[in-house]
């Protein structure tokens, strides 16, 4: 399975699992990233999504919005139904599995969601897809404001919260939330920035703690041409660069989610990935500490040494 195909699982179940009511397959398709191309293309993909979370036993339930009328079936995802058959995934898919439940968990999701975690010794799984679960996984706090984005997604409800500009300063924000998506291993919100009227992206572990809703249910339209996966696919469109690290085993899941294995060492893996980023990619190299060491390239390290200086001149 694809990483990409594998975020889109994850998206799909999580707006599946959070939602307190059936959702319109048209509703899926804008708040889902990974849904594109025609309508029947996007229906082909709906339904082997929904063959692939059936074979790893989560149960989507199909139900009426409203049960007086003949209306377009709606989807969700019971709770009390939610249990993963694990044995077939890649230690990548448990990895980002991992991450979610935890974030559903630190987030007071419900806690059905560590049952697929416990599973594992059940199933004796004792490779490295283990050591990927057992191990501890790094989410900022800013994911405890999770609950909040999404009803506001779903809901229609403003947003309001303080991120940093370009600058690093927290600035106010008020936005209309269109859909909320895992992108390359990390969580975003994208919706309609009312001070500058345009749509934007917003990396949800760069909230400030401070986050909240304004107006009422519906207080907004999302747009019928939005399509979330258009916005991200747009942070791609940054200079690239290739990174070159020494991971220490079993740690640093977040940046294994999106690096590619070159050597395999004892204490030590090489792994290569590319960023757009040089800022957020400094951040999450001294996020890990003494668990990551720069190879290449140069000013990266250079850049990394100088703001550990600056650290340990300030105490």
Known sequence: MSSGKTERLINLTM???AAQRFIKKSQIFKIVAGYSGTPEAMERMFERDKDDLRSLGILIEVGGLDPLFD????YRIKKSDYVLALENLTAEELSLLAIAAKTWRDASFSDSAQSALRKLRSL??????TNYVDAPIHIKTSYANFPLIWDATLTSKKLIFNYPNRDSILEPRTIEPYGVAAWHGYWYVVGRDLKKDAIRVFKIDRFSEECKTEGKVGSFTTPNDFQISE????LQDLPKTSVLLLIRKNTCHQLRLKSDTVKSGVEWDEMQFTENNRQETIKEILWHGADVIVISPDDLKNSVIT???RLVMNG
């Open 15 to 17: 707006a599946l699992l």
């Open 71 to 74: 209306d377009e079936p709606g």
């Open 124 to 129: 004796g799984i004792e490779n490295d897809a």
């Open 231 to 234: 916005h991200l696919v747009m």
């Open 307 to 309: 703001a550990l200086q």
